[in-house]
Every structure is written in C-alpha cells, then in structure tokens.
C-alpha cells in the first residue's frame, strides 16, 4: 500500500512540473514575440545655458609698421611671410644715400652756427662795447664844455649822435648774440632731425611676432605712412563672434569659453577679453573677443573656431534626442506602462536641443518611464518587452 501511494506522489510531482515548466516556455514564447525597448526614468536634470558661435583665428595683437620719412626706395628686406621675429631685429631698409647726404648738410650748418656763436658774434659786442666806452666819455667832456661855454651847440650835437649811434651798435651786437642763439638751437634741430631720418632708414620689429605680410618688394618707392609689412602677435590669438542681444548681458569680461579648432580638430580653453557695447550696424549682434594662449604656434591666422560660453545654471527635463519623434501632428515620444506592460504615443512640447539632448517642456511627467531604443518599431496601445531600465 505505501508503495502504491509513494508511486502516485512521484505521478503527481511529474504532472505538476511538466505543466509548470510548458506555463515558463509559454510565458518565454510570449516574451519573444513582444518587440523589445529599452526605457528610461523621466527626470529633471541640472544644466548651462550655452551659446555656440563660430568665429575667425586672428592674432591678439597686429601691427602695420610704416616709414615716418618721406619716401625712399627700398634696399634691402630681410625677413620672409612667416618668418618669426623678436623686438628691434631690423626688418627693411632703404637706400640712406640721400638722407646721409642731408646730415652731412645740417652737420655743417650746425658747426657754422657754433663758430659764429662761439667767436664772431662775442667779438663784436667787445668791438661796439669798446667803442661805446669812449665815445661815452667823449660826450660826457664835451657836456661839460659846452655848460661852460667852451663849444658850440653844433660841436655837441654831432658827439650825441655818435653817442647815440654807438648804443645802437652794441645793442644790434648783443640782439646779434641772441639771433645766433635761436639759429644755433635751430641747426641743431635740423642735425637731429637729419640723424632720426637717417635711422629710420631703418624699419625695425616692434613687437615679438610673426610676419603675416609683406606688403613692399626691394627696389619699390615707399611712401610716407604707408604700410610695408605687417607683423601679428601669435603667442596669444583671439576669436571673435556676434553675441544676440538677448544673451550679452549674460556674458562677463574673464569668463572662461571652450573654443574647438576645425584646423587642428582639437578644442582649448580662451577667456572672454572684451564684450562689446554697441552692436554692428549690418548683423545687429555684439562683438566678444576670446582670447586663447597659443605659445606653440599651433592656432592659426585664418582658421576657423566654434566658442562655447556657458551662460546661466537651469533644471529642465531632459530626454535622448532620438527619443523624441517627427509626426505629421508634432513631436510625440512613447511612454511605458508598468501595469498594462504597454506603450502609449504622447504628443509633447520640445524646447532647446542640448548636445544629444532635447529639453520636453510639456507632456512628460516626473517618474515616467519613456522609451528610449526601438521607439521606431513599436506603435500606440501595443504590448512591448522591456529589455532594460535605465
């Protein structure tokens, strides 16, 4: 009896698992034949406001060096587009022939004037300053003679005048003293403006840079003023960009930016330099400067820049991108439920595209669970196997 009745317990036992383990194959067989997605927690996220711009490499620094002299014919250029030049290394020179020329001229006008200064114009005043001491006391006797009545009026008469006419004299050689003077400081002037031309012959770099152009060629006439060669501050580079009115107050002098290069598709870090105050009359936008170190040379005039500037810190609900659909009646996403283990099409409002991720600004609720991967197989009320939560 007892083995009867352990023999139909070991039957049952069998039945029992067989049909537990045909339900788990049917469950399975269900499972395979739903379309699989991958969901996602809705959620409020922290992020920067951003603009990205693109802009222009330019050096921070450019020069066009000119002549101060009138114009001369370039001698001699000794350095190349691209060369690398340091403070004062001489850069061009013109033929000095004639401005030589016109030292040795003031030179010797200059020398003119100190001899006259130094002998003739002293020896004069001693001459009429001589001659004024003894016709003075000349006329002081003939004074006397002529209260005592020993000469005429006409014999004191002729004596003042040559009196007078000596002071004359003397004083002609002392304002000749003084005329001497002005024409000495004059020839001086003119020698050292003779010597300055001379040097400015000349051209030398004013900064530590690079040569971006060559504007004048050996043998050219120059003209006064006119640039000859242009020289850029490569150790440090700027990029400037239009910045819309709705986001330049936003934007403060020594904030940091994120500048990425296409050139050299590498991104480096700049520092905002200078945000304008009045808006370009054409774009209606704001010029902002950022300044980038670039002590290797690598950034180049020319190469074209995006900026990143991080603007103002905001929470909003962000989601994939590529979760968000295009319909014909807008922007909808699917949305899981955990009960009905269905999906449901929601039409939703999208706001800013944040890298790979687009801000929803209505028809999303905190906590639901939103389909991020196969949304392109699935349609609205449908059954679905989740794969993965995330």
């Known amino acids: 009896m007892k083995r009867k009745m352990a023999t139909l317990l070991i039957f049952l036992l069998s039945i029992q698992l ?3 383990g045909c339900g788990k194959k049917e469950e399975q067989v269900k499972a395979n034949s739903l379309k699989p997605v991958v969901v996602e927690e809705v959620n409020e996220q922290s992020y920067s406001e951003e603009i990205d ?9 450019t020069v066009k060096i000119a002549y101060k002299v009138p114009g001369g014919v370039v001698s001699n250029i000794f350095v190349e587009e691209g060369a690398v030049v340091k403070k004062n290394q001489v850069l061009i ?19 003119s004037s100190r001899m006259k200064m130094d002998s003739q114009v002293p020896s004069k005043i001693e001459q009429a300053k001589a001659s004024l001491d003894l016709i003075e006391k000349n006329y002081e006797r003939m004074k006397n003679l002529y209260e005592e009545g020993a000469i005429s009026t006409a014999q004191l008469d002729e004596i003042q005048t040559k009196y007078i006419a000596a002071k004359n004299t003397y004083q002609e050689a ?13 020839a001086k002037a003119a020698k050292d403006k003779a010597q300055s031309d001379l040097s400015d012959t000349t051209l030398r770099s004013p900064i530590d840079g690079i040569v971006l152009k060559k504007i004048s060629e050996v043998g050219e ?6 640039p000859v060669m242009v020289l850029g501050n490569l150790n440090q580079v700027e990029i400037e960009i239009g910045v819309a009115d709705a986001s330049i107050n936003k934007i403060q002098k020594g904030q940091k930016a994120k500048v990425y290069v296409y ?17 370009d009359e054409k774009t209606r936008t704001f010029p902002v400067k950022i300044t980038i170190d670039n002590k290797d040379h690598q950034l180049k005039p020319g190469m074209m820049g995006k900026v990143r500037i991080p603007l103002d810190k905001k929470k909003a609900v962000l989601v994939p991108v590529d979760a968000v659909l295009n319909t014909p009646q807008g922007a909808a996403v699917f949305v899981y439920d955990q009960e ?18 687009i801000e929803i600004k209505e028809g999303l609720k905190l906590g639901e669970k939103l389909v991020i991967e196969g949304q392109l197989k699935i349609k609205n009320d449908e059954a679905v196997h989740v794969e993965e939560m995330k």
């Open 174 to 186: 002392l304002d000749a003293k003084v005329y001497t003077k002005i024409e000495l400081e004059q």
């Open 263 to 279: 050139g050299v598709e590498k991104e480096f870090e700049g520092v905002v330099s200078e945000v304008g105050a009045l808006a």
């Open 18 to 20: 067989l049909l537990t």
């Open 93 to 111: 020179t013109l033929d000095a022939y004639d401005y030589t020329l016109n030292l040795s001229s003031t030179n010797a006008k200059l020398e």
């Open 53 to 61: 711009l693109s802009g222009n490499i330019k050096p921070s620094q």
């Open 221 to 226: 006439t120059v003209a006064q003023g006119y």
């Open 340 to 357: 009905t283990k269905k999906v449901y099409k929601r039409k939703v409002v999208p706001g800013e595209i944040l890298h790979d991720k």
